[in-house]
């Protein structure tokens, strides 16, 4: 199949290019600036692409910062440190960001004639974010399926929809995986910072795979 892969530059998204790559599928890789701090994921968005062979591509949705913005992840405000599942975490919810991100990635899969979009949404996401869970996805794919009618037949794929992060840790050491080409850290510095929730569930996920985690933490 011909992939249309929304691929931010995290371990979950990267390992989802590399996954299907492998498994013999075209991916062209689609990445968006949405104004976030972590901008530097970006970088490693681009290596995947290249890396798997593929295309990659940036979109840019700046012009949205300002519209949909009050998180975390794209205002001067601090990033919260904790796991995953603390209250305090919601405060990273860029508002409609997944829907957004399809939308779009839809238009494009209709365009290049390609079979499906895929995104590396997670077990780990649904207690955050709304935009992560199951039905979400099933719901938005029948959507979609409407919007495009006539124009084409466009699958929504979300393989790792049930795994945890550890899950998806051991499928990318599967896949060949170079994890330090991967960044979680939503705090952006030169190094992951090891105390936000993503860098917090990133460090968890290596410990419970029982894959080594070669990234470098200043925590």
Known sequence: MKIIAIVSGGLD??????VLAKQGHEINCLSFDYGQRHK???????????????????IDLTGLTKHIGGSSLTDDIQVPDGHYTEENMKITVVPNRN??????????AVARKA???????????HFIYPDCRPEFISNFDAMQKKAIEGFGEVKLLAPFINYTKADIVKAGASAGVLFSKTWSCYKGADVHCGTCGTCVERKEAFELAGVKDVTMYLK
């Open 13 to 18: 998204s990267v390992t989802l290019a590399h």
């Open 115 to 125: 079979d499906a979009v895929a995104i590396a949404v997670h077990a780990g996401d």
């Open 99 to 108: 829907a957004i991100m399809l939308s779009i990635a839809y238009g494009v």
């Open 40 to 58: 530097k994921e970006l970088d490693f968005a681009r290596t995947a692409g290249y890396d798997i062979g593929g295309y990659w591509d940036l």
